[in-house]
């Protein structure tokens, strides 16, 4: 009866280190931290589509492009030029800068902002300035041809609505703005 009360301690003792070194390699291994994937940005389960982080690498003039994973772009390496005014055209260099920094940039077709745009803009972050939008606390109207309604635009995230009165599209510029890159 000694042999098998003693036995049986053993085995028990064998199970409870298993257990242990199971949840401490589990702990150790950010199994209970997160389930993020890698290359993806931290601040999900905002409103709009999430796409992957492509990075914030800063490109030199005339270095050539990564291909971005969303049209406009919403993350990737870029040369780092600040956006200049609001209501007008961004290249795609000028766009990531702004939305690196943590700005929301929406972008309208026409050769004005549509009605609402600039009323929407003024509610959340205030008048445009430099100033503001270098600390990445701006949303930039910006004009880009071929745009049907507005696309909004922040780190890794884009929502596209068809009109500025449209809720998700001041639900967005509130969640995401002052977020930009990760890092940076």
Excluded: C
Excluded at 63 to 85: F, I
Excluded at 116 to 128: D, E
Excluded at 137 to 143: F, P
């Amino acid at each position: 009866m000694k042999l098998a009360s003693g036995t049986l301690e053993r085995v028990l003792i064998f199970v409870v280190a298993l257990v242990v070194a199971v949840v401490a390699i589990a702990a150790l291994s950010g199994f209970f931290a997160g389930r993020d994937q890698a290359g993806v940005s931290g601040a999900g389960g905002g409103p709009g589509e999430s796409f992957a982080d492509l990075g914030h690498a800063h490109l030199g003039p005339g270095q050539l492009r990564p291909a971005y994973n969303s049209d406009p772009p919403t993350s990737g390496a870029h040369v780092p030029e600040p956006v200049p005014r609001d209501a007008g055209q961004l290249n795609d260099d000028q766009l990531l800068q702004a939305l690196e920094t943590g700005n929301v940039v929406v972008l309208y077709g026409g050769h004005r902002p549509p009605p609402g745009a600039a009323t929407l803009a003024r509610s959340i972050s205030g008048p445009f300035s430099l100033a503001l939008a270098a600390a990445g606390q701006a949303v930039i109207l910006a004009r880009r041809t071929g745009t049907a309604g507005l696309i909004g635009l922040a780190w890794t995230h884009m929502v596209r609505v068809s009109a500025a009165n449209d809720p998700l599209l001041g639900a967005f510029a509130e969640y995401w703005l002052g977020r930009g890159a990760p890092g940076r």
